[in-house]
């Protein structure tokens, strides 16, 4: 018999607990496929790398791979402690751990190449709805069906790199000892969870900090850079890993000292418990961590989907704005208006004329009020000593310093509007002073041509074609239209919209994984537990009882804790939180409940069932 037949043997003989780590593994690599066969579409060739785009595909591919990398490894190294038993086998039969490790290293290669090839048949079959998906989301008329080559040798490049790595690296942390001791006992008894109340003490000192800190101390934020946010970081991962084991610890010791402790089967219950205290501990705090990344993502990238219309009124206030340069040739100026006339007679469109005169110094521009009032549709008044300052720039307080101004040095500051009043930043600010003092202001007159149309959104073809013919000029012309941003940002936050879907569906997806591999791993001992617990009396209702409240802890804790943080999150951040962002993050956490709830009767009905068979 071959050294290879006795691998694939092996892995016939314990088909069951292969096919969980096969199908885990593939699950990761039709995901990392999926996502790099957008990556990849044709449609985003144009894509800039630099952009925020660019950037955020990137960092998603990275983190997409990341992910499977230490998956795949919780995959392995659960299918290692399912397999000690089977090693101690090997070893008392004369088996040396080189010839081990070979064993070990040939199955998880055989797996991690028959995992890859069927994840790129399945990818395949799956790319063309896939993609039908993106490009209802992403709106791209273009997002076809293409072949993807480069989307297949990066992602059988990277997997065989990563399975060749993984096997390598785990059958280093294979224990001969171990491996034996378990053969003989057949249990392991885990140690007990210390008291760390210190350390919960400081951990949750030292985030309470950074959180003030950040909210408080930008200047000390920006000064340590990636070093706070890495500390700011591990703060939280500590208190929450110590809040979840010391509460954990002294919920099961006023649970013991409590009168429900004697009722019905809650003795056996706090008995499992307290046996796998440190075990279930990491676990809680493992789909803790992931359901918070799912929810965090969801909410931040949901709710930014639904704050574009707003975001781009509030850049470009106007459907399309021309701006006129003092230089530019007149002939040019009116060949364009009489350009956007003939486009926009077909739509319902307000026209208005201003104009402005900018110290280009300062990029300091001064209205007249006349023309202030009839952009706002206002009847504001000033004194002849009085001036408005008006912000330039989006979430920028206008300049009201006019202590230096060579023609309103000695006016008063009449009003404050933080609204940029034209396209944002093509001035610093604007000065609004009356007529008669706006006519004797020496500096070259900017003339603006604006037009707002009516349930502006729906014109994003014709807004197109404008901006393609009439792109601006430096010098000549500046033609901004909030229309255009409006479209650009759409397809901005649709990507990114589906980057969050893809990433919530991971996360979400490998913390039921998880923690089905985590009961997996402890079947075989919890069914001969509950074997010799069932020959003293227990029925399978009251089994059925106990297994119940134990996943219900396993599912339901984390989710708690999960939205928890979540909410302290929108509490600690409820002045720059949106009320989409509030909106979206109570519809996503009921969403997110009802496949809890599922995945809870699911689980507990499956596992139950291979307990008691």
């Known amino acids: 018999m071959s050294f290879n037949h006795i691998v694939l043997q092996n892995i016939l003989r314990d088909k ?33 790398p630099d952009s925020t785009l660019g950037i955020t595909l990137m960092l998603a591919s990275m983190l997409v791979y990341l992910f499977s990398f230490i998956y795949i490894t919780y995959s392995i190294m659960a299918f290692l402690r399912k397999k000690t038993k089977t090693l101690g086998i ?66 059988i490049g990277l997997f065989l790199i990563l399975f060749i790595v993984i096997s390598k690296v785990v059958t280093k942390f294979i224990n001969k000892e171990a491996s034996i001791q378990l053969l003989k006992s057949d249990t392991v008894i885990e140690k007990s969870i210390q008291p760390h ?36 970081f591990a703060s939280i991962l500590c208190t929450i890993y110590f809040v979840i084991t010391q509460g954990f610890r002294l919920f099961l010791i006023m649970f013991e000292k409590s009168p429900a402790y004697l009722r019905k089967t809650n003795m056996l219950l706090a008995s499992n418990l307290n046996a796998k205290m440190k075990s279930h501990a990491n676990m809680l705090f493992l789909i803790t961590i992931l359901l918070s990344g799912v929810f965090l993502c ?23 704005q021309y701006i006129a340069d003092p230089k530019v040739n007149a002939d040019m100026v009116k060949k364009d208006l009489d350009y956007l006339e003939t486009k926009l007679a077909t739509v319902e469109a307000n026209k208005y004329f201003i104009e402005f005169k900018p110290n280009e110094d300062q990029r300091l521009g001064y209205m007249a009020l006349s023309d202030y009032n009839l952009l706002l549709q206002q009847d504001n008044d000033l004194r002849k000593d009085e001036f408005i300052a008006v912000a330039g720039s989006r979430g920028v307080l206008p300049i009201t310093q006019n202590a230096s101004d060579k023609y309103i040095k000695s006016f008063k500051l009449a009003n404050i509007n933080e609204q940029n009043l034209l396209s944002t930043g093509f001035q610093n600010s604007y000065f609004i002073v009356p007529d008669d003092i706006y006519q004797a202001i020496d500096y070259p007159v900017y003339k603006t041509y604006i037009y707002e149309l009516d349930n502006w959104s729906a014109h994003t073809a014709l807004a197109n ?11 000549q012309r500046y033609f901004t239209s909030k229309i255009d941003l409006y479209n650009t940002e759409m397809f901005i936050k649709s990507v990114m919209f589906f980057i969050g879907s893809m990433l919530s569906l991971i996360f979400l997806s490998a913390a039921m994984s998880i923690l089905y591999f985590y009961l997996q791993t ?37 989710f708690t804790l999960a939205i928890t943080l979540l909410l302290t999150t929108l509490v600690a ?7 989409a962002f509030l909106q979206v993050s ?12 599922i995945s809870y009767f699911f689980i507990r009905k499956s596992y139950f069932k291979r307990l008691v068979n």
């Open 298 to 320: 969801t909410s931040i990238l949901f709710s930014s989907y639904y704050n574009v219309k707003k975001d781009s009124e509030e850049n470009y206030p106007y459907s399309f």
């Open 197 to 232: 109340y210190i350390l919960l003490a400081v951990s949750s000192v030292m985030t309470v900090m950074l959180a003030y800190i950040l909210k408080i101390e930008h200047a000390v934020v920006e000064s340590l850079g990636v070093i706070y946010y890495f500390l700011f």
């Open 465 to 475: 074609t404008i901006t393609e013919d009439i792109p601006s000029l430096p010098g």
């Open 16 to 48: 069951w607990t292969y096919v969980s780590y096969f199908l885990s593994s593939m699950f990761s690599i039709i995901i990392f496929f999926l996502f790099s066969v957008i990556v990849f579409h044709p449609s985003l060739k144009s894509l800039d």
């Open 90 to 155: 090997f070893m008392i039969t004369g088996a040396s751990m080189k010839q081990i490790r070979k064993l070990i290293f040939r199955e998880n290669l055989f797996i991690g190449i028959l995992a890859i090839m069927v994840a790129i048949v399945l990818g395949l079959v799956i790319t063309p709805l896939f993609l039908m998906g993106a490009k209802v989301v992403l709106k791209a008329e273009t997002f076809g069906m293409y072949l993807p080559l480069q989307a297949i040798g990066l992602t």
């Open 573 to 579: 951040m409820r002045a720059m939180v949106s009320t």
């Open 522 to 558: 402890t079947l075989m001992q919890e069914k001969n537990k509950y074997i010799g617990i069932r020959k003293l009396g227990l029925s399978k209702k009251e089994l059925a009882t106990i297994i119940a409240k134990e996943l219900a802890i396993l599912i339901f804790v984390p």
């Open 586 to 597: 109570i519809a996503s956490s009921c969403c997110f409940f009802v496949l809890f709830l």
